[in-house]
């Protein structure tokens, strides 16, 4: 079973960066999806980036597509999530996920099977 451990969550003004770490352990994730999601405060988790297991193909959701950026380092065992231009509606806890039987795009939330506890990114206006 994979352990996942997301870092980098923190405060900024609206319009600034941040940039996520997922560090995996445990098992190796070179050959399996991964992903990310948020949920933000009365509201269920929703969909945000996905990467397939070489890094060649990844999906957005609407709401970020143009300014969060998902890669991976399978060499490192870490997926990131560099997000721009944040605006007080990114305010969340984003959580890493994976599936642990699939290489290719996971493009909902529910496709995931293995989760980190999460990382809270708070963004002012």
């Known amino acids: 079973q994979v352990q996942l451990v997301e870092s980098g969550g923190g405060l900024v003004q609206a319009g600034g960066s941040l940039r996520l770490s997922c560090s995996a352990s445990?098992?190796?994730?070179?050959?399996?999806?991964m992903g990310w999601s948020r949920q933000a405060p009365g509201k269920e988790r929703e969909f945000v980036a996905a990467?397939?297991?070489?890094?060649?193909?990844?999906h957005y959701a609407d709401s970020v597509k143009g300014r969060f950026t998902i890669s991976r380092d399978n060499a490192k065992s870490t997926v990131y999530l560099q997000m721009n231009s944040l605006q007080p509606e990114d305010t969340a806890v984003y959580y890493c996920?994976?599936?642990?039987?699939?290489?290719?795009?996971?493009?909902?939330?529910?496709?995931?099977?293995?989760w980190g506890p999460g990382t809270q990114v708070t963004v002012s206006s």
């Open positions: 990467i397939n297991w070489s890094g060649g193909s990844t």
């Open positions: 445990g098992r190796s994730i070179s050959r399996n999806a």
């Open positions: 996920a994976a599936n642990q039987r699939r290489a290719g795009l996971v493009t909902a939330t529910e496709g995931f099977d293995s």
